[in-house]
Every structure is written in structure tokens, then in C-alpha cells.
């Protein structure tokens, strides 16, 4: 019962905490911007482990945060050799290639515009596709390690980065193009010089929302047949036996490797686009 | 057609096809004009004024009657590198320093490094706008950046300069300003330039010869050869002969219904 | 109208590719056949061998519109091998969480855009949660309420609920706050109440942000059910069409459920863009 006092009275002060430090004079520094939302983070966790103490609720369906953490902890080398399989061998190659032969498919069609207007309706159609259900293909034609699911990753990423490209590669304006032919400019030198930096911002665009679509599709592939190590084999073996600490543990990695994977996307986009008014701040 | 004329318009014509019939933007368009001259053109929108600028640049195709730039068709004149375009916007691009965007004709006409550096820094001298290089466009004022889109045009040492309302964003004063800066630029470089504006006391002020133009076919109205002395200080737009000339302006275009679009 | 010619062309283009690439993957297992009987095959007989295997590598197109056709057409809806009884399964998921998880999500974006405790609170965590794998969850919500004794359609549509829940929060909030300062002062000139402002405002003002959520959303609820169907050996849906078919190595099975998911998915956001088309329409949004 003390777990439960504890979890409703730190859950109200944090509340009040939360809404005068959102009232206050100060909430338009940094330091409250970021002090808010790491408070209210860490009251669902304390939260969670006060109710679940408190109401005994059994490991196998919620276990607490700190059952959790004590898990991530010892099992770092089985954490460790997962996050490789899936993410660094999986996510990031399936990425790498899937990103690069969009981009060189957008350029090479850049000069059709019969070939642009077939394709983009088409790419924005199979965009908005599960293309997460040619996993089992995928596994059947390229076997269980990662190569199948950085094929699978291949098929997820391709068709939006192949929109955003092409979009970005239309968006420099017709002035600055008009520009270019008083300059007498090739074609080469005018996408190198115009079109590929003012396309940037969009081909950003389309890398950041691939980061995640990448790891989905890596994830989500091993539920399909894997070896014996990655992230979405864990999560669903651990699962069948109940163990769901680890299952927390896993999904912890997933959450981390997600966000650090789009904050290093990001971070390249704010030194490639400093100029666009969206990163000018 | 006189040896000395530096662009030569007979019967120009261009008209547009659109999904409401065939558009004259231009229709019988005769002109000439002489090395050195400053030329501008003024009428309201769709009168062709900036049609016709597009048409010397090479950027339109005209479908009657002929013009040459430099004894050339316009495009042989364009791969002759023979003038800079400063169009209204300034359309720098953000992801260059002001140095970069200068120097982004000399890189695609081949300069060598060297003379790059060099040019740059003479063209953004004669702009006023030393000690900018390193700055990005939108770092600066809309005057500056339309000083260092002029410097840009300057740069590959072009005879002709082609200005589409080069400063028709711009506020009152910084256009004043921007009008004097251009005559002395004018007077230094000996330049033959053609401006389109839609200010009757800019083209006044700026020009040696001021086209008067009408809508609904685009063509020349009038033709005004200024009689004001080269050497322009910006009070000379308080004199009788500026207003003479500015009432005349006025004139051509209301008697080509200028005003009724 | 004028990209009609151009899509029809990249359409035939891909069958073509398609029925390419299934000679090619399939030629491999024709040859061993032939290998083995100790026959010479003639090449325009491995191609049409390859075309009506039964379980090939890459089925032709023409084996998976057979397969489609006899899996809906041909069979009652009512039978377990009808792909109509499967994809009702999975749509009457998607469809009950992407309705509650877009509810939950405008009322939240409602009080993230009034309350400034709640807006610093949960904002941050609702964008960064567009940047994790959250369906990685999935598998352990099916199984916890199973264990707990709630199975079937509600696990799955609350997967389908969160999935919509966060992108539906983000643009709508998006949405509500797009209104200028301009207009923002016009209604302060007139003395309006802030439901007056929400209502006449905010709420008109976001419904552009809010179908193109609704589009990311249908797809993403879509995508949770089929996932959600995954684990547990579930029988009936989609998911379970598509995992059973790579037990056991139908391919036709596995690409026939594969289309009836992309047709799916293609009429879910076909719908929500013509409610699109026909609201912003008679609001006078319509570009």
C-alpha cells in the first residue's frame, strides 16, 4: 500500500512542479524546456514501479521499471550481439543501399519526364503499401541472417526516399534555373551547382523518415525466421516464454538505437542545410 | 540596322498558346539599341516589357520577325557569355556565401581559381560591399542582396546588362539609393544596359532612352530620348526638364490605355 | 489526366519486370528437375514451366490473380480460405484502432494546444516517439492479454490504436496551431472566447493537417494489425495468411495475401483522401 501512496503523492508534487515551471517566467529557457518533459518522464517511470509493488502485479505481464533495468544491465553481451545483428548489419546496410539506389534512380529518371510522372504516382501509391508483409519473401529468397532483412529494408525505404528526391530535385525555383541558362550552364553543372543543394532539404526529408521505417523493417522481419541473436528474434522467442523483463530490455535498445539513429541523421542535416530557413532558428 | 546597335528588334513578335487562345505578348516590336545606351522599359504588367528582356537573354523563343544581340542570334550571344541577367528577386543562393554566389558563373565558365578571387573582389568592390564575403545571403539586408545579384552580373565582364525590376521589391529609400549607385556603376563601366521597371520616376531618372509600352498585343508605344544631361544627382528629379520628361512618360502610357488593366 | 499514358507505362513495365524476374528465380528449379530426370530442356519449355509452378520462388503475376480470384470470388466469405473472410479480420482491426487511437489523439493534441503544462510535458515524448520502432511492442501486448484472457480483435486494434495514436497527436497539434498572429489578434479585436477561437479558428484551420495524419495514420494502423497478427500462431487475418504461407513455403498464398494488404491499404487511404477531397472541398480549402 506504501508503494501506492508514494506513486499518487510523487505524481501530484510533479504535477505541480510541471505546471509552475510551465507557468513561470522562465519556461521559455532551455533549461525548463528540457526540464519538463524529463520530469514528467521520469514520474511515469516512478509511477509504473509504485503501481505495479504496490498492486503486486505479476512480472509476466507488467515487470517494473527497475526489474528492467536490472535485466539491461546483466544481459549487455546478449543485448549487445543483437544490436549488431539487426541494426548494424541489417538497418544500416539495408539503409545504405536502399537511400543510395533511390537517389541514384531519382537522378537517372531526372531527365525523363514521361518516366517522372509515371513513377511518382506510382512510388507515392507503393509508399503508403505494407511492404512489411514482403518480409517471409524476402526471407525465403535471401535466407535467415540479415541479408534478408536488410533486403526487406531495401523495399521499405526505397519508394519514399524515390518521391522526396524527386520532389527535391523540382524545387529549385524557376528564377534560379533561368539563372543558369544566362550562364549558358550544362545540365551537369546546373545539378550539381542548383538543383542537388536546393534538393537537399527534401532528400533529408525522406533519409530521417527512413531512418525509422528501416529499423521497423528490420525489427519485424526476424519475427519471419532468424538465427538465433537480433532484436526482433529476442522480442518474440522471449516473449513465447514469458520472460517480458527482457522483452523490456530489448524494446529499451530498440528505443535508443531509434532515436540516436535519427538524431545522427539530423545533426548531418543541420550542417548540410544550415541555409534553409527551417534550420536557421 | 546601324553598325553601332547593340540589340536590333525588326517586327519581334511572340505569342504564347494557352488553353484560352493564342496570347500576343509581344507583337511588331521594332527597336534599336546603341553601345552604351540605358535603356528602360516601362508599361503595365502584361505589356511585354519583361517578355522582351527574356527574348534578348534567349530565354523565350520569338515567333516573328528577328533580333540580334551583337550581330549574333540570342542564344549565340548567350554562349558568347555577352551580358548578365539580374532578375527582380535576387535569387542568391542560401547555401553560398555572398563571395560564392559571385563567383558561381565564373566556376561554370571555367575562370581559373585565381582570376575567380580576383573578379570577385573587384565586382563586390565596385557594389560597395567589401567586407561581405564571407556572410550568407540571408544574413543581409534585401538592398545588399540585390547589390552583390548586380555584382554576380558583373562578374564574367559581360558589355550588356539585362535588369528585369531589379529593385521593384525594394522599399522607397533603399531604391533611391540603389538608383544613384547604379548610375555611377553605369558612368565607371561604360555598360549598355536595358531595365525594366514599372516606376515612371526611376526610368525617368535612370535612363538616356525611355520605352514606353501597351498592352493587349505587347508593343512599343513611344519611344522618349532623355534630354537630361548624363551626370545625374538625385535632385535633378526636382527640375523642370525631369518633370517635362516624366509628364511626357505619363502621356505614352495613358494614351496606350495603359491605364485601363 | 496527362499522367494516365505515363503510370499505365510504368505499370506494364514492373508485370513485365515481374514476369522476368519469375523465369529467372524460377529457371534454377526447372533445370534441376530436368538435371535429375536426365533430360535436355529447351529454353521456351523452361519458360513455361516456370510460369505454373506450384510453388515457385517468385509465383507470375497471372498464379497470384488466379489465386486472388479463387480465394474471393470462388469461395464463400464465409469459409476459412476465403481471403474476403481473412481481410474483413484484419480491416475490422485496423478500423476499430485507428478510430480509437485517432480520438485519443485529437483530444490530446486539443490539450496540448490549451494547457502549456501538458504541451511542455508530453510534446517532446509524442514527436520522439515518431522516431522509435514502437511496434516492436506488438508481439508483447498480443501475448500479456492473452494471458490475461482478452484475445481476438481488441489486442490487435489496440496495437492498430497506437500506431495511429502518435502521428494524428503531432499533426494535429500542427493543425491547430497554424492560425497566424494576424488572425490570432483578428479574434482578439472582436473579443472572442477561446472555445469561440477553437471552434471558428483553430479547429477549421487544422483540417489539412489533420487528413494528411489520417492518411499516415489508416496506413500505419493497417501495418499494426497485420504485425499484431503475427505472434501467438494466430489463424485468421492476413498476418496469419502471410505467416502460415511461409511455414509452409506457399508462395502463391503469401503473395496473394500480400496484394489483398496493398489493396486494402490502397482503398483505406483512397477513402480517407476523397473525405478529404470532398470536406476541404465544401470548406473552400481545396487547392
Known sequence: ?281 | MTSDAVIAARDLGLTFQTNDGPVHALKDVNLQIARGDFVSFIGPSGCGKTTFLRVVAGLEEPTAGQITVNGMSPDEARRARAYGYVFQAAGLFPWRTIAGNVKLPLEIMGFTRAEQEKRVKKVLQLVDLEGFERKFPWQLSGGMQQRASIARALAFDADILLMDEPFGALDEIVRDHLNEQLLKLWARTGKTIAFVTHSIPEAVYLSTKIVVMSPRPGRIHDVIESPLPRERPLDIRDTPEFLEVAHRVREGLRAGHAYEG | MKSILPILTVVAAIIVLWYGAAVWLNSKWVYDQAARAGVEVSFSEVVKQTMNQERPKLPAPHQVAAELWKTTVEKKITSKRSLIFHSWITLSATLLGFAIGTGLGILLAVGIVHNRAMDMSVMPWAIASQTIPIIAIAPMIIVVLNSVGIQGLLPKAIISAYLSFFPVVVGMVKGLRSPGMMELDQMKTWNASPAQTFWKLRLPASMPYLFASLKVGIAASLVGAIVGELPTGAIRGLGARLLSGSYYGQTVQIWAALLAAAILAAGLVGIVGLIQRITLRRMGMAQ
Open chain 1, 1 to 281: 500500500m506504501s508503494w501506492l501512496l508514494f506513486a499518487m503523492l510523487f505524481w501530484v508534487v510533479a504535477l505541480w512542479v510541471n505546471i509552475r515551471l510551465a507557468n513561470s517566467s522562465l519556461s521559455e529557457t532551455r533549461a525548463v524546456k528540457l526540464a519538463v518533459p524529463v520530469i514528467f518522464g521520469v514520474t511515469v517511470l516512478v509511477v509504473w514501479e509504485g503501481v505495479v509493488r504496490g498492486l503486486e502485479v505479476p512480472p509476466v505481464i507488467l515487470p517494473p521499471p527497475s526489474a528492467i533495468a536490472v535485466k539491461f544491465a546483466t544481459s549487455l553481451p546478449i543485448l549487445w550481439e543483437d544490436f549488431v545483428q539487426t541494426f548494424i548489419k541489417g538497418t544500416l546496410t539495408g539503409y545504405i543501399l536502399g537511400c543510395g539506389s533511390a537517389v541514384a534512380v531519382a537522378i537517372a529518371i531526372d531527365r525523363s519526364d514521361f518516366l517522372q510522372r509515371g513513377l511518382l504516382p506510382v512510388g507515392n501509391f507503393i509508399a503508403a503499401l505494407p511492404i512489411i508483409g514482403t518480409a517471409p519473401i524476402m526471407v525465403m529468397w535471401f535466407g535467415f541472417d540479415w541479408q534478408s532483412k536488410a533486403a526487406v529494408v531495401v523495399a521499405m525505404v526505397f519508394f519514399p526516399m524515390l518521391v522526396n528526391t524527386v520532389q527535391g530535385l523540382a524545387a529549385s525555383e524557376a528564377m534560379q534555373r533561368d539563372l543558369m541558362k544566362t550562364y549558358s550552364a550544362s545540365y551537369w553543372q546546373t545539378l550539381l551547382k542548383l538543383r542537388l543543394p536546393a534538393a537537399m532539404p527534401f532528400i533529408f526529408n525522406g533519409l530521417k523518415i527512413s531512418t525509422t521505417l528501416a529499423l521497423i523493417g528490420a525489427i519485424v522481419a526476424e519475427f519471419f525466421g532468424s538465427p538465433i541473436r537480433g532484436m526482433g528474434f529476442r522480442i518474440s522467442t522471449e516473449v513465447g516464454r514469458l520472460a517480458l523483463d527482457m522483452v523490456w530490455a530489448e524494446i529499451a535498445v530498440a528505443a535508443i538505437a531509434g532515436s540516436v539513429f535519427y538524431g545522427a541523421v539530423a545533426l548531418i542535416e543541420k550542417g548540410v542545410t544550415f541555409w534553409h530557413p527551417s534550420q536557421r532558428g
